[in-house]
């Protein structure tokens, strides 16, 4: 079993940046394929990006594609979401998941979830 604990949410305004990172402890961190979702108020869970095990394959929402950057360091097992040009329609909880099984891409296939990060786009 691996523990996330995610962190760099919060309030930014619009067109800014922000990197979220998600530490993982556990076990060998390069064993999971990684993911990051979000989930906004009153709207269903949606993956935003997913890297695999190694990190040579990455995939996007087409919501977030051209401004977010999904990024791994298998030796600090920590897993990074860069996002650029902020809008307000990317408030949510971000939630950081893992799976050790196949790399799911987008799919909503993920079996360890961390406890969230808020981030808050307004001016």
């Known amino acids: 079993q691996v523990q996330l604990i995610e962190s760099g949410g919060g309030l930014v305004q619009p067109g800014g940046s922000l990197r979220l990172s998600c530490a993982a402890s556990g076990r060998t961190f390069s064993n999971y394929a990684m993911a990051w979702f979000r989930q906004a108020t009153g709207k269903e869970r949606e993956v935003v990006a997913a890297?695999?095990?190694?990190?040579?394959?990455?995939s996007y929402a087409d919501s977030v594609k051209g401004r977010v950057t999904i990024s791994r360091d298998n030796a600090k097992n920590t897993v990074y979401l860069r996002m650029n040009s902020l809008k307000p329609e990317d408030t949510a909880i971000y939630y950081c998941?893992?799976?050790?099984?196949?790399?799911?891409?987008?799919?909503?296939?993920?079996?360890?979830w961390g406890q969230g990060t808020p981030v808050t786009v307004s001016s």
């Open positions: 998941a893992a799976t050790i099984r196949v790399f799911p891409g987008l799919r909503d296939d993920y079996d360890y």
């Open positions: 890297i695999s095990q190694r990190g040579a394959i990455t």
